[in-house]
């Protein structure tokens, strides 16, 4: 008996993918993970965790042509609202001080682009 049969179906084709493949697909799930928490941060600003992680994970499921989109689209308006806001660091609240920095970097990361 040829074990090596067992191991590939009617095809030739194996039935389990390489650790390579696993590791790949991983990788890219985590990317995607990643880029659904902050599209979620961004859209949910001052939400629980347990808010972010719910709306993420209704995200999870748009191709990734979409959620590269909306991170694109969602670092242009930072930047616009960050050339925009005119007002004073002593006039800001902690959470508008946090949101001015994410606004920042995210200018930042959309003019590197």
Wanted: proline share 6%; glycine share 4%.
């Amino acid at each position: 008996m040829n074990f090596g049969m067992l191991l590939h179906d009617c095809y030739g084709q194996p039935h389990a993918p390489s650790i390579e493949d696993v590791e790949a697909k991983s990788r890219m799930l985590q990317a995607k993970a990643l880029s659904c928490i902050e599209i979620a941060r961004r859209m949910l600003p001052g939400s629980t965790d347990a808010e972010i992680e719910g709306q993420a994970t209704d995200l999870m499921h748009l191709p990734q042509e979409a959620i590269e989109s909306t991170l694109k689209r969602q670092n242009e308006l930072a930047v616009k609202l960050a050339r925009e806001a005119p007002v004073t660091p002593e006039a800001r609240t902690p959470e508008e001080e946090r949101i001015m920095a994410r606004r920042i970097h995210w200018r930042n990361d959309a003019e590197q682009i």
